[in-house]
């Protein structure tokens, strides 16, 4: 016997004359890349030997389309993101090539399980949460349909941070991705280039203008790696382009030879930092710093290499950039691009302001994913004067030229200029840069876009309204159904065709079967099994046994206040509190589950954590109510953990505070896998509502604009009153407070009852969880009573999938080049 989960040695399945050559290609990998023979060969050597194969077709199929592409000439977007959430490329490469049934032929021939195989990649630790899904699903959707695209972000070495739980407690890793390699990168060390920081910025008057002299910059080198990218049956292959931070100075030698070893390699570590960690934690200036320089870096980078590729095929015509080329600011983490290009048009080719102005202001297009405060960038003056020098210079003569505009279109509005600025406060406001700049900005959902033009960004819509626009999320449907539910697909196939894999409104067709009892039936073995190796996975990862029979309640997402984990979880110590009163109540059993980070110094959201683990050993461990509830939190949530759970959940928990959640693509893949949304009219839940039908799906709480009037009139009287009235409420505050289901410090929980009741600055309860919690109770309730009738369980359920195309990010990517772009399709 060899390799792992062997098959039966009868062989099914007799290989076509392709999948033989691949079964060739497989092993001569082995034997070439490795050096052994297939008996010797381990798991890993296989996975890696499977990826070279797809990679050589990629990578063909690459070179035909970069000649195309640089003959035709057409406009380029550049998507820059701090993050790119990628996931396992091996089975999302093999599906857009169309070869997933060859691969998986071809390795049971092997002795192989091809999902044993994908299991053995590491997921890529690029990104964190839905900002750097969205980016990879656009990346996968521009490719499809063929239009010229390339992301840009950093190559970070460890990711975000591996997550641990220790009794009960959140504790971060480093999150070693690439320790194995990366087989799908292509390291490119001849297009590095060289990044500033600090020093000191002299002008000169030479030949007629200004001239700008750097004294004592620090100099760290950037070196790409590219990843080319596949789409579905597309004609041509993407990249996304990885910059990583490396020093111009291998080592020391002087120090080395003198005996001071760390002091020979330090300014190499210290260079290198930039490209180790996304997110570094910022409640401390170095933090903070690392950030900024981060932010630099792969705008820097990016825009040299934009620049020079434009030189080579348009020469020094800078006037038709706008025309060559379009950059996309996902988020304000990329904004410096903007100065970043005045500083490379202006300094190193010799354009005036007006000149250089004009360009930059018809190539940048910004998404803004947030309605919080705190999120929207912005950087203490002095430290930004100090890392940046220049960019501080150009941020500076921005901000005045914006105030002599306003001063025009609103004058004498001092309150309503320094909201507007770039530069108030001793702080360079980067979203402000973005609105006094940008040709286009959109919000992610209709709610998210209302709430920016209607309030946060209302002055400058109000100065330029054709530039803003509203356009919904959307998800990459192809991997998060055909990869990670391939039953599933197979069974939408066999009954509608395999149009919907490239059109996915043929999804609709669905919708007569909702009623079909034999359509029903086999839907509800495929969740079922996909609830069975769930439950198989929770066994394994948690050790707890979960009864695949049960309501699976999942709620998986970065973990913030606002999300309402603490809400979920509150709901739960009352339904066990209910059952611990009355064990024989009629109660349908749930299993309730968990998957989130939260950010290294977010405190009150690890706290959080800790009291979902509290209530987790407590409900799981209590003989006294049969099993009736379980609660999962999983560690470590990654996209290949999201795939497990989304074909598995009966319940998506989307219970955000009403108007705080921008748009949300978890809700997207749950719906399309036939799970039941239990959420608030917020971000794209008000598109589904629109799209699903308010009878298939459950919403409850209180709206946007009734929370912004509870916020605004800040009646902590109302909180109070709700807390004295309801009995479950109360019960499980005061648990809070004093907690009965730990040993030592029963108040471990304080904080949590403090903000609840009484809030941090005077504004009790300031994301809802209070007012929406009777709501949120009689919603699942109404759930779980629906459950138990399994035909209209399955109709809802069926017809959530059915009305799920709407939500594709084909269709998204559609709009963006309709509304901003203005791509041409690659013939």
Known sequence: ????????????????????????????????????????????????????????????????????????????????????????????????????????????????????????????????????????????????????????????????????????????????????????EIPRPEETVEVKFGGQVYTDWYDGRFSFRYENSHTILAMPYDVPLCGYDSKIVNKLRLWSAKSPDIMNMR????GNYTRAVEERQLAEVISKVLYPEDN??????????????????????????????????????????????????????????????????????EEAWDIVTHVFAYTNHTVLSEALEKWPIDMFKKVLPRIYMIAEEMNRRLMEYLNVVYPNDPAKHKYMAIIADNQVFMANMCLATCFAVNGVSKLHTKILVDDIFADYYRLNKGRFFAITNGITFRRWISNCNPDLAALITKTIGKKWLKDSMELKKLAPYAKDKKFAAEFDAIKRANKVKLAEFIK???????????????????????????????????????????????????????????????????????????????????????????????????????????????????????????????NMKFML?????????????????????EENICIFGLKADEVAARLRYNDNSEVQNIYAQNRDLKLVIDQLLDCPYIEGSRQIFRDLYQTLMFGDYGYADNYMVIRDFEAYMEAQNKLSQLYKDRDKWLEKAIMNTAMSGFFSSDRTISEYNEKIWRLTPIK
């Open 540 to 666: 394994e990862q948690n050790h707890i046994d979960v009864n695949p029979d049960s309501i699976f309640d999942v709620q998986s997402k970065r973990l913030h206040e606002y999300k309402r984990q603490l809400m979920n979880v509150m709901h739960i110590m009352a339904e066990y509190n209910r059952l611990v009163e009355n064990p024989d109540m009629d109660f349908y059993p749930k299993t309730y589950i968990f998957a989130a980070k939260a950010a290294p110094g977010y405190t009150r959201a690890k706290l959080i954590i800790k009291l979902i683990s509290t209530i987790a050993d407590a409900v799981n461990n209590d003989p006294r109510i049969g099993g009736k509830i379980k609660v999962v939190f999983l560690e470590n949530y990654s996209v290949s953990i999201a795939e497990r759970l989304v074909v598995a959940a009966d319940i998506s928990e989307q219970i955000s505070t009403a108007g705080k959640e921008a748009s949300g693509t978890g």
């Open 255 to 258: 120090e080395f030879n003198s």
């Open 284 to 353: 401390h200036n170095e933090g903070k710093e690392l950030r900024l320089k981060q932010q630099y870096f792969l705008v820097s980078a990016t825009l040299q290499w934009i620049i020079r590729e434009f030189k080579e095929r348009n020469g020094r015509d800078f006037k038709r950039l706008p025309e060559k080329v379009v950059l996309h600011i996902n988020d304000t983490h990329p904004t410096l691009a903007i100065p970043e290009l005045m500083r490379i048009l202006m300094d190193n080719e010799g354009l005036g302001w």
């Open 1 to 184: 016997m060899k390799g792992m989960n062997i098959l039966a040695e009868t062989k099914k399945h007799k290989l076509t004359q392709s999948e033989e050559a691949l079964k060739k290609e497989i092993v001569g990998k082995v034997e070439r890349h490795f050096g052994k023979s297939m008996d010797e060969a381990t798991p890993k050597m296989i996975y890696t030997a499977c990826a070279l194969t797809a990679r050589d077709r990629i990578m063909e199929k690459w070179s035909k389309s970069h000649k195309i592409v640089k003959r035709d000439g057409n406009k380029k977007l550049y998507y820059l993101s701090f993050e790119f959430l990628m996931g396992r490329l091996f089975s999302t490469n093999v599906l857009n090539l169309m070869l997933t049934d060859e691969y998986k032929n071809t390795l049971e021939d092997l002795g192989y399980d091809i999902n044993d195989i994908v299991e053995l990649e590491n997921d890529a630790g690029l990104g964190n949460g839905g900002l750097g899904r969205l980016a990879a699903c656009f990346i996968d959707s521009l490719t499809t349909l063929d239009l010229p695209a390339y992301g840009c972000t950093i190559r970070y070495e460890y990711g975000l941070f591996k997550q641990k739980i220790v009794d009960g407690y959140q504790i971060e890793l480093p999150d070693p991705w690439l320790e194995d390699g990366n087989v799908w």
């Open 673 to 693: 896998n036939g799970a039941i949304t239990i959420g608030t009219l917020d971000g794209a839940n008000i598109e589904m509502l629109e799209q699903v039908g």
